[in-house]
């Protein structure tokens, strides 16, 4: 496997939730919709994984802006309700009404999310080229909201580099990295934090030597 540096081109800004956006979410994510297979999707990651550790870096970014932007999203039942769940009116027969409590508490939410804008997002990582560039070939956003027209990407670019996506130059972490598979500078910061897809699973957080989020 090769030592890589792995950077993407933007073409607008890109939205997230916060994290670290490393390069083994990004492909699983890649992965994912291409099979609708979690489970395959982690497991095809074409990076070097040790004890569940991938080998790929958080996002670096030189911002030129950064921001917070936000959505209404309505929330609709995917499935019928069972009748007899429901509170009945006085007369003993489900509500068919909806009042202003249960139309703030189902209906129309705000979700809040970090924005930022930069010429280019790169990674650092210890995988298969050629695999690795066969996923983002063709690649067209990033990040979340997506289908606005957030995390556009106009271009890819792999590249040799000489750090293995797990720890840098000074010893520092470039990922999260739990504290006892960490190798590098002990007085690095550290956080309660994801460390292997799935990242939003509880049982995947642990006490982590972590970077800087973007």
Not at 30 to 42: E, I, P, T
Not at 53 to 70: M, N, Y
Not at 73 to 96: E, F, P, T, Y
Not at 121 to 141: M, N, R
Request: with cysteine.
């Amino acid at each position: 496997m090769d030592k890589l540096k792995v950077t993407l081109t933007l073409a607008s800004p890109v939205v997230t939730g916060g994290g670290y956006m490393t390069l083994d979410a990004l492909l699983a994510a890649v992965l994912f919709d291409r099979y609708g297979d979690l489970d395959r999707a982690h497991s095809e990651i074409p990076l070097r994984n040790v004890q569940g550790l991938w080998h790929g870096s958080a996002a670096f970014v030189e911002k030129t802006d950064v921001g917070r932007i936000a959505f209404v999203a309505n929330l609709r039942a995917m499935h019928d309700l069972d009748a007899a769940l429901i509170a009945k009116n006085k007369a003993g027969r489900v509500h068919r009404a909806i009042g202003l409590k249960r139309r703030s508490d189902f209906g129309a939410v705000m979700n809040s999310y970090k924005l930022f804008a930069a010429p280019h997002i790169s990674w650092y990582a210890t995988g298969d080229a050629e695999k690795v560039e066969a996923l983002l070939h063709g690649i067209e956003f990033i990040g979340k909201r997506r289908a606005s027209g957030y995390g556009q990407v106009s271009g890819v670019r792999i590249e040799k580099d000489d750090l293995d996506g797990v720890i840098g130059h000074f010893g520092e972490p470039l990922r999260p990295v739990p504290v006892e598979m960490f190798n590098g500078a002990g007085t690095s910061l550290r956080a309660d934090a994801g460390w292997r897809p799935a990242y939003w699973h509880p049982l995947n957080r642990v006490i982590c030597f972590v970077p800087l989020e973007v």
